[in-house]
């Protein structure tokens, strides 16, 4: 490929680790809410809650830094914006990872 090009495939490969907390911000986020909402786990993170919000507003609204109506990279922009903020999400969530591995774990 000539220097300078996009390469989409290389973009691709080297961001495993982003997907992966990304996947695993999703993972917990949910379970996490449902354990705050019956009242397991109190000390609700409200970043994390202001980023989840963040992200989702992001990627609905129409007001973009690429517009949507641009092929390709009015997705690629919603795609590595949401994906940022929910891999700094994912940051976030590790009080309540902790919380629910202690919680696991039999008492000795």
Request: net charge positive; no cysteine.
């Given at each position: 490929m000539?220097?300078?090009?996009?390469?989409?495939i290389g973009l691709i490969r080297g961001r495993?680790?982003?997907?992966?907390?990304?996947?695993k911000a999703?993972?917990?986020?949910?379970?996490?809410?449902n354990d705050w909402r019956k009242g397991r786990y109190r000390p609700l993170?409200?970043?994390a809650?202001?980023?989840?919000?963040?992200a989702i507003?992001?990627?609905?609204?129409?007001?973009?830094l690429i517009p949507d109506f641009i092929p390709f990279w009015g997705l690629l922009d919603d795609l590595v914006i949401g994906g940022w903020?929910?891999?700094?999400?994912?940051?976030?969530?590790?009080?309540?990872?902790r919380w629910?591995?202690?919680?696991?774990?039999?008492?000795?």
């Open positions: 000539a220097k300078g090009r996009l390469n989409p495993g680790r982003v997907y992966w907390r990304i996947f999703l993972r917990t986020f949910f379970p996490m809410m993170p409200k970043k809650l202001g980023l989840m919000a963040l507003v992001y990627v609905v609204s129409p007001i973009d903020l929910l891999a700094k999400l994912d940051e976030e969530l590790d009080g309540y990872r629910r591995e202690s919680a696991n774990t039999p008492a000795a």
